[in-house]
């Protein structure tokens, strides 16, 4: 399957000399949906803006469509949709004049009304700009970045502001973009739509891609974890061996790889012993742990560490 987006060690550094972008390598092949997640001010929007060729990197390369986006911005345009964060609209047009507006200078666009039906618009075209809600002003960006049928889509953040039912719309729109032939590569603070959208995915963290994969991937990477409560009178040091716990008090936490062998070698030993344990509750790890995991680490001199050890370290 060829690369419709390729980017190599890519880099942006900001005036002042800060580097918001610090040696991202990624690869989408046509047809998928890919996501970017990250804590604020990880620099998901910076990397997007270099792969919609709105900014030149400052180090490293990208190719979209097997062009370089910003040198060779005529041969890339056409081919892509690009939803920003914040699209800036003239607030006395109606949503059909905007819409018309924007098509006026895309080659090959849908009907004003097929682009408006799709993000649920349909019978908002009367409708002034100014009066639109934050969510349906949102709709409407995404129904400009679709009007020129592109091949490779950029949706920064879009269903930001959406209610739970507009979320949903846009994901199965954006699935069936997907099942269309559409790339799709979206930034999200949802882990819940990175999980249920996207094929494979990356969390950054100050500038870098610290882990990727698919959704399932990603998760299997961190251990699945069990919790419960010990009676009165059991210290957790009477737990089996093989279990590696951590206790607060009576309330007791393992982290395992391997939740199967744990949670029967615990349940065995409760049995056996007479013990009841409150509030038992195993989980598998979730894309919530691995992200907060990662976002809970700190940089010193360039390297990634757990915030644990830089306190050990500086004590
Ligand atoms: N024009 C700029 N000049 C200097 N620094 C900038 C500029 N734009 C962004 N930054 C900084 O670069 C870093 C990355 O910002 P960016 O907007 O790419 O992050 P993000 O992951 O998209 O965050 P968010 O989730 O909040 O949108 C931040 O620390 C931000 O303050």
Request: hydrophobic residues 40%; charged residues 25%.
């Amino acid at each position: 399957m060829t690369n419709v987006i390729e980017a190599e060690d890519l880099r942006r550094t900001y005036s002042g000399g800060f580097e918001a972008v610090n040696g991202i390598s990624l690869a989408v092949p046509r047809g998928e949906v890919f996501a970017l997640l990250g804590t604020n001010g990880a620099g998901k929007t910076s990397t997007v803006e270099l792969l919609e060729g709105l900014a030149a990197p400052s180090g490293g390369t990208v190719r979209v469509l097997g062009h370089d986006p910003y040198r060779e911005r005529a041969a890339v345009r056409p081919r892509i949709g690009v939803m920003l964060q914040e699209g800036g609209f003239p607030s006395d047009l109606t949503v059909a004049e905007t819409v018309r507006m924007w098509a006026g200078c895309t080659s090959g666009a849908r009907p004003t009304g097929e682009a408006l039906e799709a993000v649920g618009l349909g019978a908002r075209g009367g409708v002034r700009i100014k009066q639109l809600s934050g969510g349906e002003r949102r709709r409407l960006d995404l129904a400009l970045a679709l009007l020129g049928r592109p091949e490779v889509l950029f949706l920064d953040e879009p269903t930001t502001g959406l209610d739970a039912e507009g979320r949903r719309d846009t994901w199965a729109l954006v699935r069936a973009l997907r099942d269309g032939g559409t790339t799709v590569l979206l930034t999200t603070h949802y882990l819940e739509e990175a999980e249920s959208l996207a094929d494979r995915l990356a969390i950054m963290h100050q500038g870098r891609i610290v882990l990727s994969g698919t959704p399932a991937e990603v998760t299997a990477a961190q251990p699945a974890r069990i919790r419960f409560v010990l009676p009165e009178g059991v210290a957790p040091g009477r737990l089996p061996l093989g279990l590696k716990a951590a206790a607060e008090g009576r309330r007791v936490e393992i982290r395992t790889h391997e939740l199967q062998d744990a949670l029967g070698e615990l349940l065995l030993w409760a049995r056996d012993t007479g013990v009841r344990l409150e509030g038992l509750d195993a989980r598998s790890a979730s894309l919530e742990e691995a992200f907060l995991e990662i976002a809970s680490r700190t940089t010193v001199d360039g390297t990634t560490v757990d915030r644990t050890t830089v306190e050990a370290g500086t004590r």
